[in-house]
């Protein structure tokens, strides 16, 4: 498997496997969803996976645009911290009444770099 076709495995499960809430993120119910492989982590307080769960049946307004930016940061964090890549860079944008996209930029530490579009997240977080 080529070193870009690990890139984007590794970012897609970063990115759609559901992190665990944390102690102070609002629920619609009891329900903190999370990896199962987050009780016996490799490395203390290692997490896999994103909080871009917690945006189902939000409205998409600018705040919910910073939150979704956010934890997709907090979810590829580990690519710089483990030296995978030498920096992430997030955008996300609203491209319709019920339509965001967010996309990633990886670079490596030769320079290249590796652009991951994910059209349509809304309907990945929401399962629509």
Do not use: C, H
């Not at 080529?2 to 990115?15: D, F, H, K, W, Y």
């Not at 030296?83 to 339509?99: F, H, L, P, S």
């Not at 965001?100 to 590796?114: C, F, K």
């Amino acid at each position: 498997m080529s070193r870009e076709a690990l890139l984007r495995r590794a970012v897609t499960i970063s990115l759609f496997t559901w992190r665990r809430a944390g102690a102070d993120d609002q629920l619609d119910d009891a329900d903190r969803k999370g990896w199962w492989g987050d009780s016996v982590p490799t490395a203390p307080g290692d997490q896999i996976g994103s909080r871009l769960w917690l945006l189902q049946r939000r409205a998409i307004t600018p705040d919910t645009l910073r939150d979704a930016q956010e934890y997709a940061e907090e979810a590829l964090r580990w690519m710089t911290e483990d030296e995978i890549v030498t920096a992430v860079t997030v955008t996300v944008e609203r491209q319709d009444i019920n339509r965001v996209n967010l996309q990633v930029r990886l670079t490596e530490s030769n320079g290249e770099t590796l652009q991951l579009a994910f059209e349509d997240t809304w309907s990945l977080i929401n399962a629509v």
